[in-house]
Structure formats: structure tokens, C-alpha cells
């Protein structure tokens, strides 16, 4: 590996644990104004401190991050449809000189396997990965699941294992209870969850804790940190989860801890 890409990826694993929490805040792109990025700098400034990147777009970058953040940014470059169209019609957004520019650590992108546009969206992530690599730059592929694709073992082993072929050097993909450890097994690439729809911070904590000890390398969660009732507390149970090997019943107690009013 060269010298810029051994870099880049040192920037956003933990040097002692060999893990990572990254910090998707990109779901503007295809959702508008969701429910906890309304008002995205006010959420997500106060949470840079405690992430170990930020996923975010180029758009939200330049006007809601400060430029003197020390957490290291993943770019999201693929887009196209909104939540009203069909969401598999993604394509390249934004260009690997526009990545450089913002000096981005990596660069992510979603595959759709088994939807209308699956195709496209696969050669597309070949193609980032070729121009990603002549620039030292990691990519980030995120196994999207659409409206009627299934979240299970098997498909989702399917959709990680494509996305290792064409070479994305991390793949982001959901938690399954069942065979998680199977995902793992025939991915050859670092792999981390999405956290998916908000649900109850002990539940989100336990996802993330058996998703490590299944083999996870971390997280690339968004709702289920800044749709928390306090964000903030919630993004550092996750870290003690990810980088200390936290229970989720342990980490669930540093959540309440750090809640409780002053
Ligand atoms: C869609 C995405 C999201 O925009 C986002 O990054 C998902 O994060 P979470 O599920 O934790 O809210 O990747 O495919």
C-alpha cells in the first residue's frame, strides 16, 4: 500500500483499538432535511470532537464545518435520485479533484445490488476506485438496501463480497443478528455498520457491541447518534463500546451518566 493511502486510513482507525466510529451526517442527499440534521451545524459540530471521521457531502462540508476540524472527512460521491425516485439511479456526484481539494481522508460510495440500477452502480464503484487509487485515497462502498432489498445474511454477504471484488477498501453494510459473523468471513475488507433506523439507545449499543464481536472494525452511524435524545452522550457510549470494548449495559450506564441534567 502506498505511503497517502496507509496514511489516510491510519487518520481514521484508532491507532490502539484498530477501530473506527465515523460519523455519517450525508443523508441530505437523497432525504432533504431529516429529523435531527435540520439545523445541521448545530448538531453536528459539537459531535466532531468525539467521531474518528465525519461522512459527510461536499455541500454540507464547505457550509457547516468549520475548516479548522481536526476530524478527518470521508466525502460522499454518489448521488442522483431523492427519496421520491428510484433510489438505485445513483451515479458520480462529485469528482476525486473536488475530494483532494476538501482533503478528503476517503471517499464513499452506495452499490445497489439486486435493484433496478445495480449495474451501473457496481462499474461505477470500479471506476472510483481506479481514480481513487492513483491519489492514495480510500473508498468507503456502502451496501445501500432500497425499499425491497432484504437485510439478511445471505444477501447482505453478497452485496459486501462485490463490493471487496471492485475493490472498495472498507465496505459499510446493516447489522443482521443471524450469521453477521458469515458477512464478515467472505469480505477481505475492514467492514462497518450502518445503524439504519432510530431505535432505543440500549438497543442501538447492544447492535453496535455484537457487531464488533462478530468482527466489525466499527461504525458508520448517523440517526441512531444524532436523532438521540442527546447526541452527544450517545456518540461516546459508542466509542467505549467500539474502542473499549464496552458492554452495551455498561456503555448504556456512561449514556445515562453524561445525560443526566447538570
Ligand atoms: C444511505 C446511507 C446513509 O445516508 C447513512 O450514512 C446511513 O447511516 P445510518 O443508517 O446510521 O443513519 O449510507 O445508504
Not at 2 to 12: A, E, P, T, V, Y
Not at 225 to 243: D, T, Y
Not at 247 to 252: M, N, Q, S, V, Y
Request: proline content about 5%.
Amino acid at each position: 500500500m502506498d505511503w497517502g493511502m496507509k496514511n489516510r486510513l491510519g487518520r481514521i482507525f484508532n491507532h490502539k483499538s484498530n477501530r473506527t466510529v465515523m460519523l455519517a451526517v450525508d443523508h441530505g442527499y437523497f432525504q432533504g432535511p431529516t429529523t435531527g440534521l435540520k439545523k445541521p451545524k448545530e448538531t453536528v459540530v459539537p459531535l466532531l470532537p468525539h467521531c474518528d471521521s465525519l461522512f459527510i457531502t461536499r455541500g454540507m462540508l464547505r457550509n457547516c464545518i468549520p475548516s479548522n476540524t481536526n476530524a478527518p472527512v470521508f466525502l460522499r460521491v454518489s448521488g442522483g435520485p431523492s427519496i421520491l425516485g428510484e433510489l438505485s439511479n445513483e451515479d458520480i456526484t462529485t469528482s476525486m479533484k473536488e475530494a483532494l481539494k476538501l482533503n478528503a481522508a476517503g471517499v464513499g460510495m452506495s452499490i445497489f445490488v439486486g435493484a433496478k440500477n445495480e449495474d451501473r452502480t457496481i462499474s461505477n464503484l470500479g471506476r472510483i476506485v481506479n481514480e481513487a487509487e492513483e491519489y492514495g485515497v480510500p473508498v468507503l462502498a456502502i451496501t445501500a438496501v432500497g425499499k425491497e432489498m432484504g437485510r439478511d445474511a445471505r444477501y447482505l454477504g453478497l452485496a459486501c463480497r462485490i463490493a471487496a471484488e471492485m475493490g472498495a477498501h472498507i465496505v459499510k453494510t446493516y447489522y443482521c443478528e443471524e450469521d453477521f459473523e458469515k458477512i464478515v468471513e467472505g469480505c477481505p475488507v475492514p467492514i462497518v455498520i450502518a445503524g439504519g433506523k432510530k431505535i432505543p439507545e440500549l438497543e442501538a449499543l447492544k447492535m453496535s457491541h455484537d457487531a464488533i464481536s462478530k468482527g466489525a472494525v466499527g461504525v458508520d452511524m448517523g440517526r441512531n447518534i444524532f436523532q438521540s435524545e442527546n447526541p452527544v452522550a450517545m456518540i461516546q457510549a459508542v466509542r467505549a463500546v467500539v474502542h473499549e470494548n464496552y458492554t452495551a449495559d455498561e456503555a448504556f450506564e456512561m449514556f445515562n451518566k453524561l445525560n443526566r441534567p447538570k
